[in-house]
């Protein structure tokens, strides 16, 4: 995942991954984003869109009209330019196994 190396999660569970130091971590099926509404500016990367939320230690985004959401939540050491990169890698699996919904 963006060249860094899979990590193990704590609590260990199979809808959690994590990629690096500090951690890039995916989790599936939590629920809607704070401050999520239907006029929410979105990214839309390589056919998944995005709602981004900045963390307190760092950003979180979450996918938005697909059957379950998926966050991402990237340190805020990573550049701001440089914290959709996880995204662009996550899109084909996104798209894949997360069907869109109208």
């Given at each position: 995942?963006?060249g860094?190396?899979?990590?193990?999660?704590?609590?260990?569970?199979?809808l959690t991954?994590?990629?690096?130091?500090?951690?890039?971590?995916?989790r599936?099926?939590?629920?809607?984003p704070?401050?999520?509404?239907?006029?929410?500016?979105?990214?839309?990367?390589d056919?998944?869109?995005?709602?981004?939320?900045?963390?307190v230690?760092?950003?979180r985004?979450?996918?938005?009209r697909?059957t379950?959401?998926?966050?991402?939540?990237?340190?805020?050491s990573v550049?701001r330019?440089?914290a959709?990169?996880?995204?662009?890698?996550?899109?084909?699996v996104?798209?894949?196994?997360?069907?869109?919904?109208?």
């Amino acid at each position: 995942m963006d060249g860094r190396h899979r990590r193990g999660t704590a609590p260990k569970s199979p809808l959690t991954a994590a990629w690096g130091d500090p951690a890039v971590v995916l989790r599936c099926g939590v629920g809607a984003p704070p401050g999520l509404v239907a006029t929410s500016e979105v990214l839309e990367i390589d056919g998944v869109e995005w709602f981004l939320a900045d963390a307190v230690r760092g950003y979180r985004f979450s996918t938005v009209r697909r059957t379950a959401v998926v966050e991402v939540s990237v340190p805020a050491s990573v550049p701001r330019a440089e914290a959709t990169a996880p995204l662009t890698d996550l899109a084909t699996v996104v798209r894949r196994y997360d069907p869109a919904t109208p």
